[in-house]
């Protein structure tokens, strides 16, 4: 199975990191997506008051508090309507649903997953795990063949383009009339700049119905909790409840403290406010350094990460960035029309990204 992946990707950075780690003022890791800021203290209080009382067993189905409260999360932010708890289900962190989930769902080497032309990279492990064929585009209207799954992102990883209710119909739509899953990655829903985002789940879109719809939502970068794996997907109840049982037999739950951190963190916006203002800060001092230093910036309207290209290989961007001190992912990570990009994050430090910028300019 191992030979039908790519090579994980991070490893070719090993240089470039090398490079940026020799500068006299340290490295500025601008790379991943890994958040640095506290985790809200509404979770936290809510894991240690949990800490005690979880000595038997969770369930993968989570508990009836976690349910309710992805629920009505799901109700006031995203305007989805008609669910019950019969539509959700918690996992163990959204990149394992990713990885896992055309596994799940019992694809195989003759069915057809589509993914981005530019996406994270873990649609096409999950479909190469399974020996699926995969096709990469944007619009329904690109696809060749009948597909069995097809992924969406918005806010999107890598570039941050925000798809418009128009686009997000149209794919409904498409996916309703050939049958396919469509399961829509909306884990950076929280942090839209220039756009409105908008989930699959929408009455206004999916038309009160979430037949043939999987929505995934992680807490690990809009509330700062990714060392907690905690995330739901949400849509079809047939497809959750065949996930939710082939799940119990695998025995993927997450601890019960992390469901009562996770229910606690989806009842409180206010800490989200907060840190969307601190990734808007950061991306206002970012982004005019580097069209500053001769960058052009695309897209890039959500998202936690600026989609910037010198016109030239990525690799040769992320050369003369790491002579700054500066680690950046390379755009080949996430597809062959990506090769003039690297990808740059705003998770870093309010000092890191002050450095960052002050080398820009210099």
């Known amino acids: 199975m191992a030979s039908r992946l790519p090579d994980f990707p991070w490893d070719s950075l090993a240089g470039a990191k090398k490079t940026a780690q020799s500068h006299p003022g ?3 890791d601008l790379s991943v997506g890994t958040p640095v800021d506290p985790t809200p203290a509404v979770a936290v209080d809510a894991l240690t008051a949990a800490a005690t009382r979880w000595a038997g067993y969770p369930t993968v189905w989570g508990t009836p508090a976690l349910r309710a409260s992805i629920l009505g999360y799901l109700e006031r932010r995203w305007k989805a309507s008609g669910l019950t708890e019969r539509n ?11 990885a896992w989930i055309p596994t799940q769902l019992g694809l195989g080497p003759d069915d057809l997953v589509v993914i981005p032309s530019t996406a994270y990279p873990t649609y096409e492990v999950g479909a190469a795990i399974v020996g699926a064929k995969i096709q990469r585009c944007d619009a329904p209207s690109q696809i060749e063949g009948t597909p069995a799954l097809v992924w969406i992102n918005s806010p999107a990883n890598p570039h941050g383009a925000i798809l418009s209710k128009d686009q997000l119909r149209a794919w409904v739509e498409y996916a309703r009339q050939t049958g396919a899953v469509l399961a829509s990655d909306e884990c950076y829903g929280e942090f839209a700049w220039d756009a409105e985002p908008y989930s699959v789940l929408d ?3 999916c038309g009160g119905s979430a037949d043939g719809l999987l929505a ?3 807490l690990s970068k809009r509330s700062n909790m990714a060392g907690y794996r905690g995330g739901f997907v949400a849509g079809d109840e047939k497809l959750c409840m065949e996930l939710l049982e082939l799940r ?3 025995g993927m739950m997450l601890p019960g403290p992390v469901q009562d951190a996770m229910a606690a963190a989806l009842d409180d916006h206010a800490h989200v406010e907060e840190q969307r203002r601190r990734y808007l800060a950061r991306r206002a001092i970012l982004r005019p350094a580097l069209e500053e230093a001769g960058f052009t910036i695309d897209h890039s309207e959500g998202s936690l990460y600026l989609w910037a290209t010198r016109g030239e290989d990525c690799r040769a961007t992320v050369d003369w960035l790491a002579e700054r001190g500066i680690l950046a992912a390379p755009g080949d990570f996430y597809g062959t029309q ?5 990808r740059i994050a705003l998770t870093a430090t309010d000092e890191r990204i002050n450095a960052a910028a002050e080398r820009l300019k210099a």
């Open 338 to 342: 990506s090769g003039q990009y690297v």
């Open 26 to 28: 340290g490295i500025c």
């Open 203 to 205: 009455a206004d879109i």
């Open 88 to 98: 959700v289900l918690p996992v163990v962190g959204t990149k394992e649903l990713v």
């Open 216 to 218: 995934v939502h992680s």
């Open 248 to 250: 119990k037999h695998g």
